[in-house]
């Protein structure tokens, strides 16, 4: 196969300036038959024993060359695929052109957390999976591409707040500050409102922050999307518990709208015998301990000790987060047993990857059954009964069914279960008249509106677990019906 070089690109004279835009007359002629970039990786051998970012990112020529595999499609599916429909061929098109800052200024018209989603947003199952180019080749990497614009952006300091309208005198509160809070927010703000996030935690930017790891999100990454954020205008408010110190109610008086993007950061349990013994936690509780609490340096005031063998049970992002993390604290053997089989896993694709990279075994149809103590009630085995894939259930994906008379034995020092999770009930048992449904969640209309007047919600305390896009997604919504309301409202 013959490669040709696109007009417009002149490796190595005009990409060392990343910048600068620069000004072409000839016409673009995309070049699809590139091998797909993907930039350098620390090595599995190497990420296996740190906590540093695995994936490295693409350079200044990679992203030059990625970009010249954008077909620059009249009616981009990409951009309908993505949940907040970022302008992908244009923002591409500037990367084409040197102009990183262009390009992050054109994905922060409707995103306003760009290096985040570039590192952790399914694009397989949104941009990338309708990508033209992936019924020939393989897509074009439209998340390597969105965080080097950030990135890039970013380290020239020309990621810049977005403008916001003149002060409407109208004000909101936003409980959370996950991606779907903080999408609220930056759009509430956008409109002139005045707006305050309330978090819980002592810190900003929910399961991002407390959930997925350092070497898939650096922090000083959510630090620096969020000050954005806040340049805006938006006050943060830290450590305020709605439903505790504060009540739905309480914000009502103060504020002309409340947005609730409190997630679901209840995990489930899987409710078998055992579960109260030393050793056997939640992916929750893991992966709290470990970002928030930095429990994975020995100095820390509640250091993790995960023994010799470790086990996480589950199959998705939570799953694979923590089994990577356990992997790093120098246990003989991590093992994840997932009930279904690899097809059915709701991980990424990618994660899987890297978990069995760096050493991670997968076991499949694998469903505990009981947790086995010693005379301490310190975890020694986990009993497992094997499953087969039956009928199709309510998600789509075939059953897991048991195997009569095929329990066997494993042995196990810290077991981490990530089965699940769904929203945490203290708003909901604390306000009057607020709707709840299945597991908890919070009902909404097609705009986000609660049962209550003025009281929004989106994100996982509606879905009940899903992705950074999808809060996202769920926050702008619910944003501008809350910016319709309040422009109507005398
Ligand atoms: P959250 O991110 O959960 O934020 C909710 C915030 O509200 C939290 O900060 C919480 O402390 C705060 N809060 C809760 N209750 C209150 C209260 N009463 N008062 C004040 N504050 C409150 N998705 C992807 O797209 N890609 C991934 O790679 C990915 N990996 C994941 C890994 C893990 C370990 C987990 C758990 C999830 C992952 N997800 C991933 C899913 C994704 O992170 C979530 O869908 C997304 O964060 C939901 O956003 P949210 O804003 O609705 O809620």
Redesign the pocket.
Known sequence: MTITAPLRIVYGTKLKNTMEPTTTAKKYIPNPQLPRQRGSRQAPDERATNFNEVAQGLSAEEAAREATRCLNCKNPPCTAACPVNIKIPEFIACLRDGDAGGAVSKIMETSLLPAI?G????QENHCEGACVLGKKFKPVAIGLLERYAADTARKAGKLKAPATAPETGKKAAV?????????AAAELRRAGHKVTV????HD??????????TF??PREIISQEIANVKAMGVDFVAD??????LTIEDLLKAYDAVYI?????LPTMPGIPGENLVGVCS??EF?TRINLMHAYKPEADTPLNVGKKVVVLGG???A???ARCAKRLGPESVTLAYRRSRDEMPA?AE?VENAEEEGVKMEFLLAPVEFIGDEKSNLKKIKFQRMALGEPDASGRRKPVPVAGSEFEMDCDTAII?IG?R??P??QKTTGGLSTGRHGVIVVDDSGKTSLDKVYS????I?G????????K??KRAAAAINKFLAEKK
Do not use: H, K, W
Not at 175 to 183: D, I, L, M, N, R
Not at 261 to 265: D, F, L, R, Y
């Open positions: 989603c590192r952790v947003c399914p409980v959370g500050s996950g991606p779907s809070s903080v999408s309330y978090e819980a935690l900003f930017g929910g399961v991002l922050r407390y959930g997925i790891p898939r999100l305020v518990l709605i439903g505790s110190t993007g409190s997630g679901a950061g992916a929750n992966l998705g992002n939570s694979m987060d923590a990424r994660e990530a999770q929203p945490n203290i708003i989106g994100g996982d305390s879905r677990g899903a992705t950074v896009l999808l809060a996202m769920d926050g």
